[in-house]
């Protein structure tokens, strides 16, 4: 999992972030009709933000890796 594609990292952010808002978007709309969609809201919001998280991790680790393995620039 650490040594996955950028593109895929980039791609499960994307993901996880569209669902963050959607449960975003329950919680403010549907909460209030029912408890339990209020926690489904919020389970939808969670679920959502470990999955960009997921990916924001993999972007991370690609670029830091990046920033590890450039060569120092050469002495004058």
């Known amino acids: ?31 209030e009709r029912h408890i339990a969609l209020h926690y489904l809201s919020l389970v939808v919001l969670f679920i959502g933000f470990a999955i960009a998280m997921l990916g924001y991790w993999g972007i991370f680790i690609q670029r830091f890796s990046f920033l590890k393995n450039k060569k120092p620039p050469p002495k004058l």
């Open 1 to 31: 999992m650490l040594t996955q594609d950028i593109h895929q990292s980039w791609q499960r952010f994307k993901i996880g972030l569209s669902i963050f808002v959607v449960g975003i978007l329950l919680l403010f709309t549907l909460s």
